[in-house]
């Protein structure tokens, strides 16, 4: 990470933001294709991936099964 302050960013219209577009979960994300994952914005791509778009899901844009997010204010 980068710069801590975008490590998550809130917004009742949307789901999570990770590192302002690393990763989004759009809302209602287990009924479209709306969620992606772009990460080298905020959140470093590990050494060795070939595609930063497709870590999470193989493919840039996803539906996500399951999220679970943990928030420490």
């Known amino acids: 990470m980068t710069t801590p302050s975008h490590a998550i960013y809130k917004y009742s219209g949307y789901g999570p933001y990770f590192g302002s577009n690393d990763i989004f979960i759009a809302d209602n994300a287990n009924s479209n294709t709306n969620s992606f994952s772009n990460f080298g914005n905020y959140y470093s791509v590990p ?7 497709t870590i999470l899901a193989g493919t840039e ?9 943990f928030y420490l204010d």
């Open 61 to 69: 844009y996803f539906t996500p099964d399951e999220v679970e997010v």
């Open 47 to 53: 050494s060795g991936v070939k595609d930063k778009n």
